[in-house]
């Protein structure tokens, strides 16, 4: 009964910014922790960022730390990835997850396996 629907993805230059957001409807309550997850053509989908129910833990893959922040706002149902200093590695296919069970506020999965609901997904090309 959840959705996620991702928005805010394009085609950018390298080093350019974009802001991604998730908007959540349904039995948001179910939605606890939030993470984002990208896959590029001929390659497994990977973790990217992940941040707690309470927004009070935030965990980056190595690739995009310093370059990615994950924020959320739960009182609009929206979870948010800010990309700056973007390179063309970072060319994918940008998907939100959110996880249903409650395991505590500082909880994080970034196992996709960990998570129950799922995003369209969003272009993500950074041209060199």
């Known amino acids: 009964q959840v959705q996620l629907v991702e928005s805010g993805g394009g085609l950018v230059q390298a080093g350019g910014s974009l802001r991604l957001s998730c908007a959540a409807s349904?039995?948001?309550?179910?939605?606890?922790?939030m993470g984002w997850f990208r896959q590029a053509p001929g390659k497994e989908r990977e973790f990217v960022a992940v941040i707690s129910w309470n927004g009070g833990r935030s965990i980056y893959a190595n690739s995009v730390k310093g370059r990615f922040t994950i924020s959320r706002d739960n009182a609009k149902n929206t979870v948010y990835l800010e990309m700056s200093s973007l390179k063309p590695e970072d060319t994918a296919v940008y998907y939100c997850?959110?996880?249903?069970?409650?395991?505590?506020?500082?909880?994080?999965?970034?196992?996709?396996?960990?998570?129950?609901?799922w995003g369209q997904g969003t272009q993500v090309t950074v041209s060199s």
């Open positions: 997850a959110g996880e249903v069970d409650y395991n505590g506020p500082n909880y994080a999965p970034t196992s996709p396996s960990q998570y129950d609901y």
């Open positions: 349904g039995r948001t309550f179910a939605s606890h922790a």
